[in-house]
């Protein structure tokens, strides 16, 4: 009665972990009859699941009913609680029954409490697959490194940053240029049983074209590089990012950075307030913004949120969008 709960951002992770378990598991003739993916969205799939995880696999093999979007663990619903209970313990030992959610359980239902338990007497296993928030370098640094240290790759500390510029907070499209890397080291070491050490110039050689992102548009204003900031803006431009929603993300963000920074300069150093203020959902951001805007004056970043106010203004009126980005953020440098 194999009981699997996956949870977290990266779907990619947790499709391909489902992949490698039905490759290992199902036997292939009879695949077709012993996969089953529902969506627990839908009622009718979600009762679905619950007939089939009590029917035994054809033939040889495993069954697997994969569940996405599962609401058992994550949405109150005491109904739908009691029928796991009571029909858990008739799953076949030979049924997979995975649930997925982006979501992590909540402690606090009832189901939640009675899966720690299954997980504490080894009838049920949880899995996380959580990626590091886009503005969380270190979290996203440490990440690239347990993928890397994967494949026996280390990689040096200049090479992480291109790395992350290049890939983004994207798992798959990381496994894809670390697995082309791996080749691409193993073909060039003399010792092929050798540690692989990725460096800069194997980066540059190996990896895509960086892509840009909003938050190292941040990143660049906020150290007031704003000639490269512009050029990360134009990129995005040429890429086809709409201005209008550009702009937008950087006005929203700029607007954080400004009251975490009005805040802590007024002593009103609370960080539920600054939630409040901020319409930030999660704690942990503030810790880290408030390291950035640290050595930033406030009115700096006045003047930035106002400068991003106006660009919004003469995008709206038709204004070409290279020139505007331009004429308006260049006299902050």
Request: charge should be positive.
């Amino acid at each position: 009665m194999p009981i699997q709960i996956l949870w977290g951002n990266d779907l990619n992770a947790q499709n391909t972990f489902i992949k490698e378990l039905i490759e290992k598991k199902v036997s292939k003739e009879w695949k077709e009859i012993n996969v089953t993916n529902l969506n627990g969205d839908d009622d009718d799939q979600l009762n679905k699941a619950f007939d089939e995880i009590l029917t035994p696999p054809f033939g040889d093999g495993y069954r697997i009913i994969t569940l996405k979007n599962n609401p058992i663990f994550t949405r109150k619903n005491e109904a739908l609680g009691t029928k796991f209970e009571k029909i858990h313990g008739n799953i076949p030992t030979n049924t997979y029954f995975i649930l997925q959610s982006i979501k992590k359980p909540d402690s606090r239902l009832k189901s939640t409490k009675f899966l720690q338990k299954l997980i504490k007497n080894n009838l049920a296993k949880e899995k996380s697959f959580s990626l590091p928030e886009i503005w969380d370098y270190e979290g996203q640094k440490r990440f690239l490194e347990d993928a890397a240290n994967e494949i026996n790759i280390k990689i040096d500390k200049n090479a992480a940053e291109l790395i992350i510029d290049s890939v983004g907070n994207d798992s798959f499209k990381l496994k894809n240029e670390l697995a082309k890397a791996k080749t691409y080291l193993s073909a060039v070491a003399n010792d092929s049983n050798s540690q692989l050490f990725l460096k800069t110039h194997d980066v540059k050689k190996i990896f895509n074209d960086h892509q840009s992102n909003i938050f190292k548009i941040i990143d660049l204003l906020l150290q007031k590089n704003i000639n490269k900031s512009l050029n990360e803006i134009n990129y995005s431009l040429q890429k086809g990012e709409p201005a209008l929603r550009l702009n937008a993300g950087l006005i929203s963000q700029i607007r954080i950075h400004t009251i975490i920074k009005l805040t802590v300069n007024s002593g009103n150093d609370n960080t539920q307030k600054i939630c409040n203020l901020g319409g930030i959902s999660n704690p942990k951001r503030i810790f880290f913004i408030r390291k950035k805007v640290e050595n930033i004056s406030q009115e700096y970043l006045i003047n930035l949120l106002s400068n991003l106010l106006d660009i919004e203004s003469l995008l709206k009126q038709g204004n070409n969008p290279r020139n505007v980005f331009t004429e308006n953020l260049i006299n902050l440098s």
